[in-house]
């Protein structure tokens, strides 16, 4: 199909998103330059706060994979060759160039996902600047070891890319959860063709042209497309030697069949059943402020480690569901390009859908309360917005599916409990181990707890999200593998060879 003529993207930082998201439609990021789907074909990409039509994203499908993928193979070779400072030093220089664009492509996200500007989308952007600076500053760490095998017998490892890395990230917090997976493989050596999810594919697409404007054409490519027509394809190219993956777990479960059919390695990143164990000593006001942030009611609880199970000690658990409850109560849910706003909408009719039918459920369960709060917003022009209260509920049994699924939407139940031994077989019986969180002044208890909490990332007293440098991944059904820190890219994006020099 012939590319059709479309605006232009603006060179200079653009702050009118809906004419950045129409300059960036219908086209896919494939060796340095815009191309059009070879299919032709493009889906509707709809700003949630309103129901409207911002743009459209280019349909993939697996004749699209074999070009980005073939481009991706021959950049990696040169891309190898560069000395892995040189590599760090261009994509710091990218980190450069998305700090530029920080306000931009926070009102372009803001549009695309319904995630609020202030609390969520200008906080992702900042970040995945961030994170790009860390793996910049990595090129020289890429070091093996030397062994000790015989005299006479030099015996050194050495480690080296993997080739070309295929990505699949989804729409919750894509530009970061992207950036964890591009940065390591670059300074790596590798080099990457992304999967972007269907509901979020512009703005990683505008960072993939800004990147662009850095990196040697083919080192960083972007696809768009729904999952088995565009991801599948991606992850059985016979060139693309990892797969990295963010998303659900029965989606992972796929994608670490199909690997395994090629016997290519797989970070896994998946759901979460995070549970925030309260302690009566802990420090009152700071852990309300703690279990609101936990809850990630901001991204209407759109994240896998949001703390969705919350055991609070007896002796303060009305006093401290009231006041957890007031504080969400006064968080104002409106427009998500508007400053005012802390929380903004679901990402799709689909995920609204799903979570009604939590809350609804939750509501019919007997001796179940669930508190709704904050508003819904009264501007007409958001009528139609996928704007979901929060809900906080209390005595749901144990048994149910609120408390045994991930509802990725704003609820969170809350128990009592009076014995610490009993609260950590409740948090671990989860197919879940991504996060947990212990807030109490008793640091025996607390690192006791969190040595035996089953989870990737537990904290005590605070309950950050992801942050470079510190590793992160689940257990059990969570994930496999690690990101964001150094041992991520040394030990996932790249191999060890050995090699023996037998100088006697
Ligand atoms: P959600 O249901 O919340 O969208 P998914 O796990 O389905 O989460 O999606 C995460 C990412 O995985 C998206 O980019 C999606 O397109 C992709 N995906 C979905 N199904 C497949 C599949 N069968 N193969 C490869 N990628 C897929
Ligand atoms: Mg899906």
Not at 99 to 125: D, N, P, Q, Y
Not at 126 to 142: I, K, Q, R
Not at 339 to 354: L, N, Y
């Amino acid at each position: 199909m012939l590319d059709v003529i479309k605006p232009a993207t603006p060179i200079a930082p653009s702050l009118d998103e809906k004419a950045l998201a129409r300059a960036l439609s219908g086209r896919h990021f494939i060796g340095g330059r815009f191309v059009a789907p070879l299919s032709g074909g493009t889906f509707a990409v709809v700003n949630p706060a309103t129901g409207i039509e911002v743009g459209h994203a280019a349909d993939g499908d697996a004749a699209d994979v074999d070009v980005a993928v073939l481009d991706a193979a021959r950049a990696q070779k040169e891309w190898a060759k560069m000395p892995a400072r040189k590599r760090g030093a261009l994509v710091a220089k990218c980190a450069a160039v998305i700090r530029e664009h920080v306000e931009e492509l926070a009102r372009l996200i803001a549009l695309e996902t319904g995630k609020a500007l202030r609390t969520e989308s200008r906080v992702e952007a900042n970040t995945v600047a961030d994170v790009l600076e860390f793996f910049g500053g990595l090129g020289s760490e890429l070091k093996g070891e030397s062994v000790p095998f015989a005299p006479g017998v030099l015996s050194v490892t050495v480690r080296e890319p993997l080739g070309v890395v295929g990505a699949i990230i989804p729409w919750n917090v894509p530009l970061l959860l992207m950036s964890l997976k591009i940065a390591p493989a670059l300074v790596a050596g590798n080099t990457i063709v992304v999967k972007s999810a269907e509901e979020a594919p512009l703005t990683v697409l505008r960072i993939c042209e800004l990147m662009a404007r850095v990196l040697p054409a083919g080192c960083f490519n972007m696809l768009s497309g729904f999952g088995p027509e565009c991801g599948g394809p991606l992850v059985a190219h016979p060139l693309v030697r990892k797969v990295t993956f963010t998303g659900s777990v029965e989606v992972g479960r796929i994608i670490a069949r199909a690997a395994a059919e090629k016997l290519i390695p797989t970070t896994l990143e998946l759901g979460g059943k995070s549970p925030m164990l309260v302690f009566a000593d802990c420090d009152f006001e700071k852990t309300v402020t703690g279990a609101v942030t936990s809850m990630r009611f901001t991204r209407q609880g759109q994240s896998c480690t949001a703390a969705s199970r919350i055991y609070v000690e007896r002796a303060i658990f009305d006093r401290f569901v009231a006041a957890v409850g007031d504080r969400v109560d006064a968080m104002v849910m409106g427009d998500p390009l508007d400053e005012k706003t802390d929380i903004g909408t679901m990402i799709s009719a689909e995920q609204f859908g799903k979570v009604r039918g939590f809350i609804e459920e939750g509501q019919a369960t007997q001796g179940a309360t669930g508190r709704a709060c904050s508003r819904l917003p009264d501007d007409p022009a958001l009528s139609k917005g996928l704007f979901i209260q929060p809900y906080i509920f209390t005595g749901l049994p144990d048994d149910s599916r609120l408390v045994r699924q991930e509802i990725f939407g704003p609820v969170t139940c809350v128990f009592p409990f009076d014995d610490v031994e009993a609260v950590l077989a409740e948090a671990n019986d989860s197919e879940y181990g991504l996060a947990a969180s212990v807030w109490t002044n008793n640091l025996k208890v607390g690192l006791d707890l969190a040595h035996r909490l089953e989870a990737g990332l537990v904290q005590i007293n605070q309950n950050l999200v992801v942050q470079a440098n510190l590793s992160y991944g689940g257990v059990k059904s969570s994930g496999l593998g690690k990101e964001a820190s150094l041992e991520s890219m040394l030990e996932h994006f790249m191999h060890k060879k050995t090699i023996m020099v037998n100088y006697s």
